[in-house]
Every structure is written in structure tokens, then in C-alpha cells.
């Protein structure tokens, strides 16, 4: 294996003018979300003094996100989702523009910071909803991976960069200029992607929304290669989990402090990346969902490693090689999904698995939580490392279908003047 294998594949930026305009608009609306991020918590603890209600307003965005996806699937399925992602951002953009407003106000309005909380939530799902089923009509089926990877690592920089960026603004000039930034940079997003082409869905008979979305869970059930890839990564979604006892276990284990817990939050970010940017192999392996099955056992034994050592040093490692083989099997199942996903499905599978996982998180973090009361917080993480390594064998040998399918189903492949 060559350097020029091992690394991700950049060809797309230079040949595809569509994914190329996607991945700018895409980087400018992270860094724009960054300061978003940032500036509710200061400006809702600002307003109320209360950690609950910061807690509060996160959770309105996640559970319009959860209710964002379910509808943004079965839309993304019956309409242009050229059109669906421009509206879904422009509406995002008026959210950003009234928080702005509301913050230049002498008094401004809590209840308003919630109500767009949900509101950014719930649109913003949408937008990614239609965007990932989308991803196909414009890259190719056989190059999702590789425009997967180079999103992951523009992620990386933005959301390494928004924060930071966040802070200063924020600090020289107030919350309300932070969201005026978020606004401005989602009105370049819309400029940038006016470019992209029409991406109508294959029509079928239109159903009530409801059925629609049961249809899909039939789909899903029946599917053996997807069902088997998206369990193996609802494991890795609730493992991610163990990031909530990093200060009891810096603080309590390794008697460290606030800089050692930055340490343990960076570590998996850093591996993260490195799994993006050295990813060039996994678009060549014979089975991916086998690869996948391997990295992700990788990933629990070092979850194991994690809460079974006293050493920082080696804690620190563990998550690294965890962040690489968790950015690498997300790369497999995200193709391995949109490779096998008929396009009229497109929409709805991308909506059920993305709502698992950010249902599989939440549900990750109160049941690490929980455990943790009951032994210790290490613990709790090597039961969690124990555990998913037990399922991950079950699911890998459950789906042997999973085992030996290709990135894509050759029959769903589209022919180049399709695109």
C-alpha cells in the first residue's frame, strides 16, 4: 500500500463542480453553527443564571432535530431535494436573524431563545435529511465514501475553528453579533448551493406520511446488509456515550485536572480525523461490512482498555485508536447505506438511521450515567467495552449477508449520463 491509497482521494473537489459547491457551502454553514453553538449556552445562562434551563434549550434543538428527520425522510422522498435543502436553510436563516433581533432588545425573550431552539432543530434536520439522500445523485454511488471522508475532515476543521472563533466574538462585541454571524453565513450557504441541479426522487404512489415511513421500517427489517450495518452502528452510537464520565474518570483515576479532561475530550476528535484523512483503503476492501465489524470491535476493546487502565497516558491512546476506528466505521456504514438503499428509499432510510443515532446517543448517556452510580465510573465504561464487544461478535455473526456485501448494490448503480 502506497501513500497515495492509504490517504483520501481528493479527485472530486477537482472534477466535480456540484460536490465542490457543496462542500464550500457545507463548511461555510458549520462555521457559521459554531458560533450558534456557543452563543445560546452563554446567552440562555446569562439570562436565567440556571445550567437546567442551558440543558433545556439543547434539548428543544435535539428533539426538533428527532421530529425534523422522521418528516424530513418521507419529504425528501416525494419532493425535489434541491429544493427541500435551500428551503430548509433559508428557513434556518430566518431562526438565525430573529435570535439576532432578539439579542440588539434591552429585555430579550428567553421563551424566543427556546421556541428557535426547536425551530433550528427541526428545520436543520430537514436541510441534512435531503442533502445525505441527495449525496448520491451527485457524487455517485461509487464515490460516497470518498465524499463522505473529505465532508468529515471540513467538519473537523469547522467545528475545531467555530467555537474559538465563537469566544471572540462574543467577547468583543456580544451574542447578538455571534448570531448575525450564523445568519450571515447561512444566507452565503443558500448563494453557494442556488448552483446545484434539480434532484427529483423516483416517484412512487403517494402515500399518508405515516405509512410511508412504516414502509421503510419494513424495508429496513427485510434488508439483511442494511439491518446488520445499521446495528453494528447503533453499538458504536451508544458507546460514544463514555464521554460523559471523562472528568469523574481524569479527576477520580488519574488525578488530573481541567487541562487533563480537555485532553480526554480532544484525543477522540484527533483520532477522529486522522480516520478521515488516511481512509483511502477502506474504498478498496472486499468486504467492507466485515471491516466494519473488525474496526468497530477495535473501538470496544479500547472502550475496555479505557476502563480498565490507571494510566492517563495509555487512556489517552485508547481514545485515539477509538476515534480513528469510530470515524472508519461510520465511513463504511454511511456507504454501505447509500450504496444499498433503492433511491425511492433514500430519504426515509437516511431519516431512521440518523434518528437512531441521535436517539442512541441520549440513551447511550443516561445509561452509562446510571451505571456509573451503581459500581464506578470506570466501571461502568469497561461493562460498556465488555458488552459491546459480546454484541458486535453477535450482530457480525447474525448477518453474514452483512459480512460479504460489496460498498454498493451493483443493480442500483446509476449510469454516468444519469447523473
Not at 484525543?267 to 474496526?295: H, I
Amino acid at each position: 500500500m502506497t501513500l497515495s491509497t492509504l490517504f483520501v482521494d481528493c479527485s472530486l473537489l477537482r472534477t466535480n463542480p456540484n460536490f465542490r459547491r457543496l462542500l464550500v457551502a457545507r463548511t461555510i454553514s458549520l462555521l457559521g453553527l459554531g458560533l450558534l453553538s456557543v452563543a445560546v449556552p452563554i446567552q440562555v445562562y446569562d439570562l436565567s443564571g440556571s445550567s437546567a434551563l442551558v440543558g433545556l434549550a439543547m434539548a428543544l434543538d435535539g428533539v426538533g432535530m428527532f421530529v425534523g428527520l422522521l418528516l424530513g425522510g418521507v419529504l425528501a422522498d416525494l419532493h425535489d431535494r434541491r429544493r427541500l435543502i435551500l428551503f430548509a436553510r433559508s428557513v434556518c436563516g430566518l431562526g438565525f436573524v430573529a435570535l439576532a433581533l432578539n439579542a440588539a432588545l434591552d429585555a430579550p425573550s428567553l421563551t424566543l431563545v427556546f421556541a428557535l431552539s426547536f425551530w433550528d432543530g427541526f428545520f436543520g434536520a430537514l436541510g441534512v435529511n435531503a442533502l445525505m439522500a441527495a449525496m448520491p445523485h451527485i457524487v455517485g454511488r461509487e464515490n460516497l465514501m470518498q465524499a463522505r471522508a473529505l465532508g468529515m475532515l471540513t467538519m473537523r476543521f469547522a467545528t475545531i475553528a467555530s467555537p474559538a472563533i465563537a469566544g471572540a466574538v462574543i467577547a468583543a462585541a456580544g451574542v447578538g453579533w455571534a448570531y448575525a454571524g450564523t445568519a450571515l453565513g447561512t444566507g452565503l450557504t443558500v448563494l453557494t448551493l442556488l448552483g446545484l441541479p434539480s434532484m427529483v426522487p423516483e416517484r412512487g404512489e403517494t402515500k399518508h406520511p405515516l405509512r410511508m415511513l412504516a414502509e421503510a421500517f419494513t424495508f429496513l427489517f427485510r434488508h439483511r446488509i442494511i439491518l446488520g450495518v445499521v446495528g453494528m452502528g447503533t453499538l458504536m452510537t451508544l458507546t460514544t456515550a463514555i464521554r460523559v464520565l471523562f472528568p469523574a474518570l481524569t479527576l477520580g483515576v488519574y488525578g488530573g485536572g481541567a487541562f487533563e479532561v480537555g485532553l480526554m475530550y480532544t484525543a477522540v476528535p484527533v483520532g477522529a480525523t486522522v480516520g478521515a484523512a488516511v481512509s483511502g483503503w477502506a474504498t478498496r476492501v472486499a468486504r467492507p461490512g466485515l471491516a466494519m465489524s473488525q474496526v468497530c470491535a477495535l473501538a470496544f476493546a479500547c472502550i475496555t482498555l479505557l476502563g480498565s487502565t490507571g494510566n492517563l497516558y495509555v487512556a489517552l491512546a485508547a481514545l485515539t485508536v477509538f476515534g480513528y476506528a469510530m470515524s472508519t466505521a461510520s465511513l463504511l456504514q454511511y456507504t454501505m447505506v447509500q450504496g444499498h438503499t433503492p433511491d425511492r428509499y433514500l430519504g426515509r432510510v437516511n431519516s431512521l438511521w440518523t434518528a437512531q443515532d441521535v436517539f442512541g446517543d441520549s440513551v447511550g448517556t443516561l445509561g452509562i450515567g446510571l451505571v456509573a452510580t451503581l459500581v464506578t465510573p470506570a466501571g461502568a465504561i469497561l461493562l460498556f467495552g465488555l458488552s459491546a464487544l459480546a454484541l458486535c461478535g453477535a450482530v457480525a455473526g447474525f448477518f453474514p449477508a452483512m459480512r460479504r456485501a460489496p460498498l454498493s448494490d451493483p443493480a442500483l448503480a446509476e449510469p454516468e449520463a444519469a447523473r
